[in-house]
């Protein structure tokens, strides 16, 4: 069975390390509201948070390098909506650029203190299909689709707990570089996608994902696909039509 190589960039990994200030704060479905409600409650204004500009460039390059290999590229605002494009796939060799490793998101470890214990918990959910941006990558391993999952970190992302308890559910099948540790073999992928993550991007910093769907755009000299509801509208209003009024005005 051939492999199907997949990259996957969630812009959230530029947001190093200013992202540990903000990641836990006035978290709230509807982007608009979390950020005017992060503004408003505490000391922070739409300067605090800064970019890492290594880790940009880093990002920018390696799509660069991508695209010219690949015209199968989306583009969306939160990350398992890179599902709608690999579901069906299997054997995959998947590298994620991001900040968070989207394969176990948490959403037992304030009830157990164990975090395997915990992980384990949330990848039964997964296996049940409840998947969401943080856990989609254990959903591709219930599903047996993965070859291999790579994750490209940030210097602060994640911990040697998760990271284990990740080892733990995926076994050899994950591993987790820096990307001063990791040297990409090619840039030949059967798919590429690119996340906004507009919870986890001020919006001062919206402009830096419409730079990547310009440069696709220049590139291939079509409109890039941008998953904006086509597969839960109701979901999209609820969170994220603020964002795509914002977006779609410069595409």
Request: neutral net charge.
């Amino acid at each position: 069975m051939f492999k199907k190589r997949v990259l996957s960039i969630d812009l959230d990994y530029i947001m190093e390390p200013s992202i540990e200030k903000y990641n836990g704060l006035a978290f709230d479905l509807n982007t608009k509201r979390r950020w005017d409600q992060l503004y408003g409650d505490t000391n922070y204004d739409e300067n605090s948070f800064e970019i890492e500009e290594d880790n940009f460039l880093f990002c920018f390059d390696v799509f660069c390098k991508s695209i010219m290999n690949c015209k199968n590229v989306t583009f969306g605002y939160d990350h398992d909506e890179i599902l709608y494009s690999i579901k069906n796939w299997n054997n995959i060799d998947l590298i994620n650029i991001d900040w968070h490793d989207d394969v176990i998101e948490g959403a037992y470890f304030r009830y157990y203190d164990d975090v395997k214990v915990a992980s384990k918990r949330e990848y039964n959910d997964v296996k049940n299909n409840k998947v969401t941006e943080g856990n989609w990558g254990a959903w591709l391993h219930s599903q047996q689709k993965l070859n291999s999952f790579t994750w490209i970190c940030a210097d602060n992302s994640g911990s040697v707990e998760k990271n284990n308890a990740i080892k733990s559910l995926l076994k050899k099948r994950f591993n987790h570089f820096t990307k001063d540790n990791y040297k990409f073999e090619n840039y030949k992928f059967d798919h590429i996608f690119v996340c906004l993550s507009p919870q986890y991007i001020p919006p001062k910093h919206w402009t830096k994902f419409i730079l990547f769907l310009k440069t696709y755009q220049n590139v291939w000299k079509r409109p890039p696909k941008l998953l904006s509801g086509e597969y839960n509208l109701n979901k999209f209003k609820e969170r994220h039509s603020e964002v795509e009024q914002h977006i779609r005005r410069y595409i």
